[in-house]
């Protein structure tokens, strides 16, 4: 098969670009913190309708932060995973390997923003869906831990019957220190819980793991075999960032 993005695949800018936001909706950032967080995740910000701080102020007016369910939401997709964005509307049009980061307004509107990652920074556009989006899985973070672990040891067989070592691969963090200081950066804001935390950390292992057999090693022989682990990175990162959006509600 032609040779993938494994980034592409198995890290998600915006998973922490969701948290932040969370946090900020909720006070226990400051905007000037938030638009720090920003920039690390990808440069100068920019949206259609002006600069991202009038993109914050939309966010900020629209947002249905008294609800309980999680007023920000992450959408992540790829292959075997289809995204929970009605298809063929404007924003599933715009949508790109990136995924999507969904704003609950009360009423059932949901406010969807589409960023383009580029060298120069991050643009966002800006979408409305008046029907509701396709339910999540609303795996719990345990859930969504399990099944990554679960993955993630099925992979690794895979990998030694393929005649590769995993002793090292396991802890890609000890032989491939410039992926450990990708995975690590930027932070996550106050507050996240630990629950989330960890099912974070567990994911960026994972991806460094399944990275360090492709791109570094160059094999993409195991590409299809993988594409479930790659599924179970993207949930556990959406579970992972429903939990914290969540709790920034439930504690507020």
């Known amino acids: 098969m032609p040779s993938v993005d494994m980034r592409a695949e198995v890290y998600s800018p915006l998973q922490n670009t969701a ?9 226990d950032e400051s905007t000037d913190e938030l638009l720090s967080a920003l920039t690390a995740l990808g440069g100068k910000h920019s949206w259609d309708g002006g600069p991202i701080t009038d993109m914050l102020r939309e966010i900020r007016a629209v947002a249905d932060v008294a609800s309980e369910d999680p007023v920000i939401r992450l959408i992540l997709w ?19 390997r990136a995924g999507a980061i969904v704003v609950k307004q009360s009423g059932g509107l949901s406010h969807i923003l589409v960023p383009t990652y580029a060298t120069e920074g991050v643009h966002w556009r800006w979408f409305e869906e008046e029907a509701r989006l396709p339910e999540p899985a609303w795996l719990t973070p345990g859930e969504a831990d ?4 679960q993955a993630t040891e099925q992979a690794a067989q895979l990998i030694e019957a ?17 992926l450990a200081d990708f995975y690590d ?3 996550l804001p106050n507050g996240v819980t630990p629950r989330a935390a960890k099912l974070f950390a567990r994911a960026d292992k994972v991806a ?15 590409d299809p075999q993988l594409f479930a682990l790659w599924r179970h990175i993207r949930t556990a990162r ?3 960032v429903a939990d914290a959006v969540h709790d920034y509600w439930r504690e507020s």
């Open 19 to 27: 948290v932040w936001l969370a946090a900020w909706l909720y006070g």
């Open 78 to 96: 790829g292959p075997g995973q289809a995204a929970g964005i009605p298809a063929g509307s404007p924003a599933a049009e715009a949508l790109t």
């Open 146 to 149: 399990q099944l990554l672990s």
């Open 162 to 178: 393929l005649g590769y070592r995993t002793s090292e691969l396991r802890n890609p963090r000890l032989t491939v220190g410039s």
């Open 185 to 187: 950066t930027p932070g």
């Open 208 to 222: 460094a793991i399944i990275e360090t057999v492709t791109d570094r090693i160059g094999d993409h022989s195991l």
């Open 238 to 240: 959406m579970a992972g």
